[in-house]
């Protein structure tokens, strides 16, 4: 089975919208952490935001948060007032157990354009 | 601060060739990992380094190789290279022993003809 799920393969969305991409995964690990990244088009993935599964709260970076639903297994990007720069490959990731250093896995990715 | 830096930035080869790939981490961060993202596919795992010995190893064959030096400094090798090693190769680094994140470098690109 997939460890990480993303179905939407490219999303549209309206500048200064709120956008949400989809991420579903599978562990049997109760300690995880789920990430999403961003890829631009020159291939840095650049971390956004990081939710541990022990965490009580959705976590939110600016105009970033995560919709974390546990039972669900799912973990939602969510990017407010969206703008043009916003245009890339995100990608979801997760790593099971409690230390960095433990293999990511990550998804497909979704494409997101942001439309003027 | 700098941060992951990765060398060279784009690399043509031809196959049954042998490259070697860079890879510096942030400062203070002992640990790196290796990632393979092929053309429309999220990075896959290739290695992970940490203390100059081998952690972790992905479902890759036997021409891949890897080491890290006492600065911390990590190379990947591939050795035979084949059409389908062409792909963007993502360095990661982190600190070992913490619940932060990976920090990815900007990558190397290779092509194999």
């Known amino acids: 089975a997939q460890k990480i799920t993303q179905t939407q393969p490219g999303m549209f969305v309206q500048e200064k919208e709120a956008v949400t991409l989809d991420c579903t995964y599978d562990?049997?690990?109760?300690?995880?952490?789920l990430f999403w990244y961003k890829q631009p088009s020159s291939g840095e993935m650049i971390f956004l935001i990081y939710?541990?599964?022990?965490?009580?709260q959705n976590a939110t970076e600016g105009r970033y948060s995560l919709n974390f639903q546990k039972a669900r297994k799912s973990a939602n990007l969510v990017i407010s007032a969206s703008q043009l720069g916003d245009s890339a490959m995100y990608f979801c990731?997760?790593?099971?157990?409690?230390?960095?250093?433990?293999?990511?896995?990550f998804g497909t990715g979704t494409s997101l354009t942001v439309i003027p | 601060d700098a941060g992951v830096t990765q060398s060279p930035t784009h690399l043509i080869k031809t196959r049954g060739q042998h490259v070697t790939l860079r890879c510096s981490p942030i400062?203070?961060?002992?640990?790196v990992s290796w990632y393979q993202q092929v053309l429309g596919q999220g990075p896959q795992f290739i290695f992970q380094?940490?203390?100059?010995?081998?952690?972790g190893r992905g479902n890759f064959p036997d021409r891949f190789s890897a080491r890290q030096f006492p600065n911390y400094s990590s190379e990947l090798n591939v050795n035979a290279l084949l059409l389908g090693d062409s792909a963007l190769y993502l360095c990661?680094?982190?600190?070992?022993?913490?619940?932060?994140?990976?920090?990815f470098g900007p990558g190397t690109r290779l092509l194999v003809l």
């Open positions: 990731a997760m790593r099971e157990g409690r230390w960095a250093g433990n293999q990511f896995y």
């Open positions: 939710q541990g599964s022990y965490d009580q």
């Open positions: 400062s203070g961060h002992k640990s």
């Open positions: 990661a680094s982190h600190s070992w022993g913490s619940s932060e994140t990976q920090y």
């Open positions: 380094y940490y203390e100059k010995e081998e952690r």
């Open positions: 562990t049997s690990d109760p300690s995880y952490g």
